[in-house]
């Protein structure tokens, strides 16, 4: 079924990297030195110098606001820094650790190996652009560094020094100008609005080139000393002298120097258009600023803070702690390894074969990382010999022979009256389980509704002896790992937490939100089929199912599956908090996703339905091979944006009383007897990593939307 | 062929459908939780003893399982707060502890389930968490309407209200000094309406603002923005001491709170093994605290009882423990692995600038303190 790979006639090409080849279609931007761009761009007249002049120093209030609060010395961060493993993992315990490095590991080799292999490392960064973030960068830092107000001086108490009433004002100019900055702000903007009236009512502003710039460039710097002058005026708080503050701020010079001093060297290097045109591939830039961080981790002081064996620990001058930047450098070095694995076998003849184990790789990710490597499952060894094996092997051997059997391809009506009688049988077990009638283990029922869907399905795969060793191969192996993983599931957890859920914060949240895709991605697209189907009863149901849950807030189903659908259940069965909110999280998510989709739907042309009846398709393989693919194509962009919000909709998990992320951050920590009352620090650091979070799905997206052309076919 | 095939397929369908575990081993459905350990308990043994309430003697099922599963608050210091590693401690979280050693002679038996003030009695009634310790205040409308019952009161805590010395305020300053101050309490809670209430019953205006949070209105208070803050006198004395700027000096008062707050513990409706076993453990600690047994002396106070009472209370000859479907030395282990009641006060409250006060002392220092007699 797999489509052939198409082959590059040269070899060098396929070497070459895929951004490149797209880049060199385009024609070349006209190269502006740095005055022309900024005298087209943002002073082309009077009045759009104006805006530019005063939202930059919008932007430069909300940036020094954002710095001065992040690096004010009433800042706890140590809360923060303490609390990081309890944010992430919540009670997880410190000596199965190794566990939760595992999974990140597994999950790096596989990122690493399919970035390598399956993305064509298309895009990339072009040297230019790369020289121009790097400079922009350092720049953004040495403005922090000056905007910035200084650290107050700190007494004996380690608290700030304040000033006694009669040296609280002295007659100084900056002291005046602490007093009068705004004022003064407000003027300059004023002498600036003047300004451009005048050389817009001459009519010169881009006849007389240098005369209007200049002006506008002299108040800017102006408004910028206020502002920074202002920062070192003397206050209530006695605070360090600009001189002291620049020294402490010696590390953020070095970057910020690094870094404008590599983007200016690259730039230099720039020579010609060719080189400028140049493409960095963006996982390289990517790998170079992840391994800075874990250089830092080894050489930057960032402060040793913890909470072990229940003292607290906090050591400001040193590193981070060896726990947390071994593991962090394994990580960096098996990402950076096997993504260039991968980028070496992708030439070879292996390469293509390995996409589709990759793929069902990921898709099992998850629940072999919770089951298996997360709860350290304590298997009861007599029962899986003598249960669970044996069932296995059954439901293998006599599924795989029902397949083998239906997909032959002249089976026919026979086919269909074994499959459905075997969907009676399963029906039949599932109607007794409900009345109690006769026990019976649910994974045999399961196993035998799958077995019932895929013997109705078979007929639509039927082919020749190869083709039917395929699909036979195919079922046992779905078997086994179905099997196992209802075991791991089966078996309790070793792994000991003094409180209920196993693991919280991050990790619930992340768990929550991949369970929650996983679960209503095809629940989705079933509804959308079923919606545009032709069969009455399947659109009514689905309609009916979309409208309730659309119309239903997310936050009443997450109560309802957490606090009021144990009631429902037999006597014997609970449905855990974190079980509940994933199925209500699901089933909201499915009825929007399934708008998307259907949308995606309306899109495949009428003819591609007509094309695939004529060559006497079946509605599944219609659907599975035609209609499917160009839909789901069309609704990536708002599919991706539903898996957003979904990720971020995660934090209603807090409502419920999980302590997922935002909880932790919002509840917890400022409630804890030594962190009393802070709460501000965790909650910037929460919304910071869920922003990472969100932004990089996004940033894939565009990708991926690139790769597939959306929006172009 | 045809034939025998579909012959086959029927009879193996039958022998799948029909063969299988006697016991039934629900897959908890969708599961992303680790429920299935719960979930795939049988649980159709019927209990052979006495039972009480409709869904079994729960005392019974706790000993089953092996572990309590304790609601607490997690978010409220001296009481139940969370630490990074994510132990829990304080007053109620050793309360969880004393009763999981009554029950199972290990007080690290015990499954903290932190809980939101609004869903802790949703909770105790949907069966998640075995008792609950949640500084929660013994009303008669949460006793009768609510359907659960309450145990021995371990803090009597009160509203009372905090000011800034400089403001001319002091520890002796009455509900009728804070006229025409702008006083700041939560939203939608008791705090709220009691102290409008007592600012009425004195005859003063106040002018009442109210957050949905307490850390915005300890914010407020050290910015000016609040002039008299109230909440329950504990934790008002904990913010005083974790909180309280060098330059301010904060004072609480009235010296008698006003409202009372009895904090007790609450077990679901009708279930007396269970309740007995969670009331005699509070006693337990309380006898001890009475009789200077603690859990430095107690091997020495159990090899020499200084009384019979203390003798049967620490296992010796005439103890009552089995009776009550426990071991012979269920409050030994709790006194030794937790302390009494003294201990667990002081071991919370000094390290936020509290005292057990007049209203936590024995009775025979004239407090509130008061079991009734082991025997």
């Known amino acids: ?195 451009a009236a005048w050389f817009h009512h001459r009519g010169t502003y881009l006849q007389v080139a240098t005369e209007p710039r200049v002006a506008h460039g002299v108040l800017v710097l102006a408004s910028l000393g206020v502002l920074i002058g202002q920062q070192y005026a003397t206050g209530e708080v006695v605070r360090e002298s600009f001189a002291e503050a620049m020294a402490d701020r010696a590390w953020w010079w070095l970057a910020a120097v690094v870094l404008v001093g590599a983007g200016a060297a690259l730039w230099a290097g720039l020579g010609d258009a060719r080189r400028r045109n140049t493409f960095v591939p963006a996982m390289y830039v990517f790998f170079a600023g992840a391994g800075l961080m874990v250089l830092s981790a080894w050489v930057y002081p960032w402060g040793h803070y913890a909470f072990l064996e229940g003292e607290f620990i906090a050591e400001p001058g040193s590193t981070v702690a060896m726990t947390t930047k071994l593991p962090w450098t394994v990580i960096w070095i098996l990402l950076v390894a096997t993504f260039e694995l991968g980028r070496a076998i992708k030439g070879t003849r292996v390469g293509p074969r390995l996409r589709v184990p990759l793929n069902l790789l990921w898709v099992m990710t998850p629940f072999v990382l919770y089951w298996a490597v997360l709860r350290d499952p304590d298997l009861d060894w007599a029962h899986v010999m003598s249960t669970d094996i044996p069932m296995a092997v059954f439901f293998a051997v006599f599924g795989g022979l029902v397949v083998w059997y239906l997909a032959h391809p002249r089976i026919g009506e026979t086919g269909r009256v074994v499959a459905v009688g075997l969907l009676l049988v399963a029906v039949l077990n599932w109607v007794a389980a409900f009345f109690g009638w006769y026990p019976m283990l649910q994974k045999a029922r399961i196993s035998f509704l799958l077995l019932a869907v895929v013997a109705m399905l078979a007929h639509n795969f039927a082919g020749d002896r190869s083709q039917r060793m395929k699909l036979v191969a195919a079922w046992v192996a779905a078997m086994a790992v179905f099997h196992w993983l209802v075991t791991l599931v089966n078996s309790p957890s070793t792994v000991d937490t003094p409180t209920d859920a196993l693991i919280g914060g991050f990790g619930i949240t992340l768990i929550v939100a991949v369970f929650t895709l996983l679960l209503s991605f095809p629940l989705g697209v079933l509804l959308a089929l079923a919606r545009t189907s032709k069969l009455p009863i399947f659109r009514v149901l689905s309609t009916a199912y979309i409208e309730v849950f659309r119309g239903v807030p997310l936050i009443t189903l997450l109560f309802f599956f957490t606090l009021i659908f144990n009631l429902f259940l037999p006597q014997n069965m609970t449905l855990v908090d974190i079980a509940g909110a994933t199925i209500g999280f699901s089933l909201f998510s499915a009825a929007y996703l399934a708008e998307n989709v ?104 565009q990708r991926l939307e690139k790769r597939l052309g959306v929006g172009e076919r | 062929m045809r034939r025998a095939l579909l012959a086959v397929v029927a009879v193996a369908a039958l022998f799948a459908s029909a063969c299988g575990d006697p016991d039934p081993q629900p897959v908890a459905p969708g599961s992303a939780g680790g429920s299935a350990p719960e979930a795939a308990e049988p649980a159709t043994t019927a209990p052979e003893v006495v039972t009480d309430g409709e869904d079994g003697d729960l005392l019974q099922r706790v000993q089953q399982r092996g572990r309590l599963v304790c609601g607490v608050s997690g978010t409220r210091v001296i009481f139940s707060e969370t630490l990074p590693d994510g132990t829990v401690v304080g007053v109620d979280a050793d309360y969880c502890r004393v009763v999981a050693a009554v029950v199972f002679g290990d007080s690290d038996a015990v499954e903290f389930v932190s809980l939101t003030a609004a869903e802790r009695f949703a909770a105790l009634q949907a069966g998640h968490i075995d008792v609950l310790f949640r500084s929660t205040t013994w009303t008669q409308s949460r006793d009768t309407e609510v359907g659960l019952d309450f145990g021995p009161v371990i803090y009597y805590d009160g509203q009372q209200l905090m000011a800034r010395a400089a403001d001319g305020f002091s520890a002796s300053s009455q509900v009728a000094d804070i006229a025409g101050a702008e006083v700041c309490a939560l939203a939608g809670t008791t705090t709220e309406q009691n102290v409008s209430d007592a600012a009425d019953a004195a005859g003063t205006e ?170």
């Open chain 2, 206 to 375: 106040i002018s009442l603002s109210t957050f949905e949070d307490f850390d915005q209105i300890v914010e407020n208070f050290i910015g000016g923005g609040c002039d008299v803050i109230t909440a329950d006198g504990s934790s008002l004395a904990g913010r005083k001491a974790k909180q309280q700027p060098d330059d301010q000096e904060w004072v609480i008062f009235p010296a008698i709170p006003i409202s009372k707050e009895p904090l007790a513990p609450v077990y679901p409706q009708n279930q007396s093994r269970f309740a007995d076993a969670v009331n005699w453990a509070v006693y337990a600690t309380i006898i001890a605290d009475e009789k200077g047994i603690t859990s430095g002396n107690v091997v020495e106070m159990a090899a020499s009882p200084p009384d019979a009472e203390a003798r049967r209370l620490l296992g010796g000859e005439d103890e009552l423990q089995t009776a009550m479907g426990l071991a012979p030395d269920a409050f030994y282990r709790a006194i030794s692995q937790v302390g009494n009641y003294g201990e667990i006060l002081a071991r919370h409250l000094e390290p936020a600038g509290l005292t057990r006060g007049s209203l936590n002392a024995s009775w025979r220092d004239g407090g509130l303190i008061y079991a009734p007699p082991a025997r």
């Open chain 1, 598 to 701: 259907r949308g995606g739907l309306q899109a495949v042309r009428r003819g591609q339905y007509e094309a695939s009846d004529a060559v006497g398709f079946t509605t599944v393989q219609r659907t599975l091979f035609i209609v499917l693919p160009q839909a789901l194509r069309v609704s990536i962009p708002p599919l991706v944006g539903q898996v957003i919000a979904t990720f971020k909709e995660t934090s209603l998990l807090a409502v419920v009383g999980i302590f997922d992320f935002l909880r932790i951050a919002d509840k917890v920590i400022s409630a804890q007897s030594e962190f009393l009352g802070v709460k501000r620090e965790g909650l910037l650091f929460v919304s910071f990593v869920y922003w990472i979070f969100a932004y990089n799905m996004s940033k894939y997206s």
């Open chain 1, 1 to 195: 079924m797999a489509a052939p790979m198409t082959e590059g006639p040269d070899p060098a090409a396929l070497e070459a990297w895929a951004g490149d080849e797209e880049q060199a279609t385009k024609p070349e931007e006209p190269s502006l030195s740095a005055g022309e761009w900024l005298s087209r761009n943002l002073f082309s007249s009077a009045v759009n110098s104006l805006l530019t002049v005063v939202f930059s120093l919008l932007l430069v209030l909300v940036l020094r606001g954002l710095l001065n609060f992040m690096f004010s010395e009433e800042r706890t961060w140590r809360a923060v820094k303490t609390n990081m493993r309890f944010l992430f993992t919540h009670a997880y315990p410190q000596s199965q650790y190794a566990r939760i490095w595992v999974c990140i590991g597994v999950i790096a080799v596989l990122s690493g190996l399919s970035v390598g292999l399956l993305a064509r490392t298309g895009g990339g960064i072009s040297m230019k652009k790369l020289s121009m973030n790097l400079m922009a960068a350092g720049a953004l830092i040495a403005l922090g560094i000056l905007l910035r107000e200084p650290s107050a001086a700190v007494g004996a108490d380690g608290r700030a020094i304040h000033r006694s009433g009669a040296e609280a004002r002295g007659d100084s100019f900056v002291d005046w100008l602490d007093a009068n900055a705004l004022t003064v702000l407000g003027l300059l903007v004023l002498a600036n609005v003047l300004l």
